[in-house]
């Protein structure tokens, strides 16, 4: 399969057409492995972030509310992320339990060790949290009840505790090959995010790693085998650490990318935004930060269900005022639990990158840099073809980072002076601006100041972003009631325009500038005011019914079903299948570019004032329909 690539060596692979499981630009799915893997049973998977409490406490409140969550949501297993305690103590192991014996019953845990946990002593971990380890996990020798793996209902999951990335890398590689015929999924649990805004193991493991660490020296060399290994098998990497919730796509060495996402935090403490994105390696498709300067925190719940080769992503948040366990619970009593961001996709899937629609329309596109919803046609394994036509990406959220500066350190860091630690910092996280090759971010992302004095570093500028979407076309299985494949469309209305400021406090998209050299276009001037469309919600709530920005989406017509026997339909929230406009409604018209604004001119009065305009295109023998909602779509018949 093709591989697109850019002229740039910076923008290689920032393809727009991606298919499944590392596709190429052509956007062909990739094709199924042989033999497919057994179909998997609904496994739902949840994700518990660091619940270290402060003092020698674990987060009591928002862990019970957490796990209460996923039992209403019938969770099966809950990956626990490391920071257990904020101490690693046996007396904080026992907090611990006591929340969770209370859920063992309804959910299979498990847990990792992070940096917190491995204060205390490992005999207390052995003796006080790995019982909750199921007795079938393979366990990596010389690492048991820290790194180990579970097979479930078709879903591997891999789990790595903190500080072992670096020489776990052939337990992992040996598991997923192990079980490659048998998971139609793969998760990876570990503590540290694999590229952070705040931490993350490429920035402290290679770009400031030490030559005396043999962590760091070891993490040398996996890290692109890492990429690529995750890549190859399109596994999911779940971490915490971060105490923000941020979801992006990695890309490994030949540009395919995997899924990461921090997942937050259940702690009483957040963390501030510090680098952003890693425009080198990353794009960023959702980040929340809260911390105590706003007044309030946010505890954070992510689902992710598995059923046969669809995943069905959710995550939630909801803020409260507890501090400490001695507030009591607060709002965490009956939490407002509110979905902020989502994603669905199978195998059988094509995957775009879309920029956000603020940044100089002067500037080189660079083969990447595309606001556009349009894809390329994306073909169903049974032949049927989908697309998107137009719309463009005219809602999106920003964010603040802060300055942080640093040094290396002569004879101790990889880099032997300040001028070699920006040198990493532009080989491996962020793109030096150049009129060929701009940075979206700041026209001066990472920079040497104070030349030649005492106090020279290397700051990595705070800077304003504005988040990228993926947008995917997921194919999944026809069922009785349909005459068609089912489409799923993601990506289109999952932000609705906030702005924060690197610590969670609210700034004001349609006002606020942003911060200096942000703007895109190597000047100081900073991002630009956004005048949103109407229909945006300004918030972080995801409307419940998928709306979001306007696009066009293409419906291929199956062989041997003629267009009079169908109508175009969408699954509302409720399960049922809706047409999208009915048969008097439908124009006889191919898609001209003004039907994103208007209706064609056969179709008028109360058709032209629905929700969806939908057109027949005969000489393409394809459906199209202008709409504003993302979720489910396929052929139903007509009544």
Excluded at 112 to 141: C, R, S, T
Excluded at 335 to 340: H, M
Excluded at 418 to 438: D, G, K, T, V
């Amino acid at each position: 399969m093709k591989i697109s690539k850019t002229t740039s060596s910076a923008l290689l692979g920032m393809t727009m057409l991606l298919a499944a499981c590392g596709g190429g630009g052509d956007g062909v799915p990739a094709p199924a492995p042989e033999p497919a893997p057994p179909a998997v049973k609904a496994l739902s998977v949840g994700v518990l972030p660091d619940t270290q409490g402060g003092g020698s406490n674990v987060s009591v409140h928002p862990m019970r509310a957490l796990l209460e969550l996923y039992k209403q949501q019938k969770v099966d297993v809950v990956l626990v992320v490391g920071d257990l305690a904020e101490n690693g103590s046996a007396a904080e192991y026992r907090q611990w339990r006591e929340v969770a014996e209370a859920y063992k019953p309804f959910m299979t845990f498990l847990p990792i060790m992070g940096n917190h946990d491995n204060k205390g002593m490992d005999q207390d971990w052995h003796d006080l949290v790995a019982d909750f380890i199921p007795a079938d996990a393979e366990h990596m020798a010389g690492a048991r009840n820290k790194n180990y793996a579970l097979l479930r209902k078709g879903v591997l999951l891999i789990n790595i505790s903190y500080g072992w990335m670096p020489f776990a890398y052939d337990f992992v590689e040996q598991t997923i090959l192990k079980h490659k015929a048998q998971a139609r999924h793969i998760v990876l649990q570990t503590h540290n995010s694999f590229v952070g805004n705040k931490y993350g193991l490429l920035r402290e493991r290679i770009v400031e790693g030490y030559k005396s660490e043999e962590g760091d020296v070891a993490f040398k060399g996996v890290y692109e085998k890492y990429r690529k290994l995750l890549a190859d098998h399109d596994v999911v990497y779940v971490s915490g650490h971060e105490h923000l919730y941020a979801r992006s796509l990695i890309r490994d060495p030949a540009q395919r990318n995997f899924m990461q996402i921090v997942s937050g935090s259940a702690s009483y403490k957040g963390y501030e935004n510090r680098f952003g994105e890693h425009e080198l390696v990353q794009n960023t498709l959702m980040l929340k930060a809260r911390t105590e300067a706003t007044g309030t925190l946010d505890v954070n719940a992510s689902i992710l269900d598995f059923r046969d080769d669809v995943l069905d992503f959710k995550a939630w948040y909801a803020e409260h005022s507890v501090m400490k366990n001695e507030d009591g619970p607060k709002e965490l009593a009956q939490p407002r639990w509110q979905l902020f961001d989502r994603f669905r996709r199978s195998a059988a899937r094509c995957e775009k990158l879309v920029y956000p629609a603020s940044f100089p329309s002067e500037i080189q596109r660079n083969n990447a840099y595309d606001t556009s919803y349009r894809s390329s046609a994306c073909p169903s394994p049974q032949g049927l073809v989908a697309r998107v036509l137009d719309g463009e990406n005219l809602s999106f959220n920003r964010h603040d980072t802060r300055s942080r500066s640093m040094s290396a350190e002569p004879g101790k860091t990889e880099a032997a002076n300040n001028r070699e630690l920006l040198s990493l910092m532009q080989r491996h996280m962020f793109i030096a601006h150049e009129s060929w090759r701009p940075n979206l971010n700041n026209s001066q992302r990472a920079r040497l100041v104070n030349i030649g004095q005492a106090d020279e570093e290397v700051e990595v500028r705070a800077t304003t972003i504005d988040l990228k979407k993926q947008l995917i076309l997921a194919w999944e299985p026809r069922t009785e009631s349909l005459q068609s494949e089912v489409l799923s469309v993601s990506g289109t209305a999952g932000q609705g325009g906030t702005y924060i400021d690197p610590y969670g406090r609210a700034k004001d998209i349609a006002t606020a500038a942003g911060l200096p050299g942000s703007l895109g276009d190597g000047s100081e001037a900073g991002k630009r005011p956004v005048q949103l469309p109407a229909a945006a919600s300004k918030g972080w709530t995801l409307d419940g019914e998928g709306q979001g920005d306007r696009y066009v989406l293409e419906f291929g017509l199956p062989k041997d079903v003629k267009p009079e026997q169908v109508l175009l339909a969408r699954q509302d929230g409720a399960g049922r299948w809706q047409a999208l406009a009915q048969a008097g409604c439908l124009s006889t018209r191919p898609y001209a570019a003004a039907y994103l604004l208007t209706a064609p001119a056969d179709v008028s009065g109360t058709c032209a004032a629905a929700p969806a305009i939908v057109g027949f295109d005969a000489a393409r023998k394809t459906f199209w329909a202008r709409v504003s909602q993302e979720g489910r779509f396929a052929l139903v018949a007509r009544p």
